[in-house]
């Protein structure tokens, strides 16, 4: 498996500010994954981040919201922007392995919007 | 729209008992399929994956698999308390760079000592 941290873990936001959202892994991947998980929910694609091009956001989520950096194979980072409270959720990033055809899951950055 | 369906429960077993978790999906094309399992507050991790028709089996835990009825299954024996949790069904689609999980709602799982 791979190694994934994920800062800040925890965070108390202002209503229209925005948090950027850091994700390291140990092993270089290609493919990376930024999920929302709202309350009772389960897990909602944000958006797919591949090193070397642009962010493929899925239906619903556009990049001026969650823009989304992907400068090399250990790193990505996703910013939530002008924040309300309907953004507080659990923020996962994860990573592709493909010799191991599957996913893991960072730790999850829990952010509340107040 | 490709789906995944789960029983959200929540599924109630004594401790001990046999647990039997429930998927189907839509994508007769989808090849990969992955059972996770995530603690309250917590996030996912990965129980088991599996490709082939079939039963797939690691531990206390059997995946079983028949593309024919589009549905995978999660068997948990001797379960235990330690197993309550939500446990998540994801169908791999797409290919290349396109590739991604579509997940269930999940299913709440309460074993009772």
């Known amino acids: 498996s791979a190694v994934i941290s994920q800062k800040p873990s925890r965070d108390i936001c202002q209503r229209g500010t925005s948090l950027t959202i850091q994700c390291q892994v140990d092993?270089?991947?290609?493919?990376m994954f930024w999920y929302r998980q709202q309350p009772g929910q389960s897990l909602t694609l944000i958006a797919t981040a591949n090193q070397g091009s642009e962010a493929t956001y899925e239906s619903g989520f556009v990049i001026d919201k969650f823009p989304i950096s992907r400068p090399n194979l250990t790193f990505s980072t996703l910013t939530v922007s002008n924040m309300s409270p309907e953004d507080s959720s659990i923020y996962l990033c994860s990573v592709s392995l493909e010799l191991r055809n599957t996913i893991y899951f960072g730790e999850g950055s829990w952010l509340t919007v107040v | 729209q490709k789906e995944v369906e789960q029983n959200s429960g929540p599924l109630s077993v004594p401790e001990g008992a046999i647990a039997s978790l429930n998927c189907t999906y839509s994508d007769r094309g989808s090849q990969s399929f992955f059972w996770y399992r995530q603690y309250s507050g917590k996030s996912p991790e990965l129980i088991m994956s599996?490709?082939s028709n079939g039963d797939k089996e690691d531990g206390r835990f059997t995946a079983q698999l028949n593309k024919a009825s589009q549905y995978v299954s999660l068997l948990i024996r001797d379960s235990q308390p330690s197993d309550s949790a939500t446990y998540l069904c994801a169908v791999r689609v797409g290919a290349g760079n396109n590739r991604k999980l579509i997940w269930g709602l999940g299913t709440s799982l309460a074993v009772n000592p």
């Open positions: 599996i490709y």
């Open positions: 092993s270089q991947v290609t493919m």
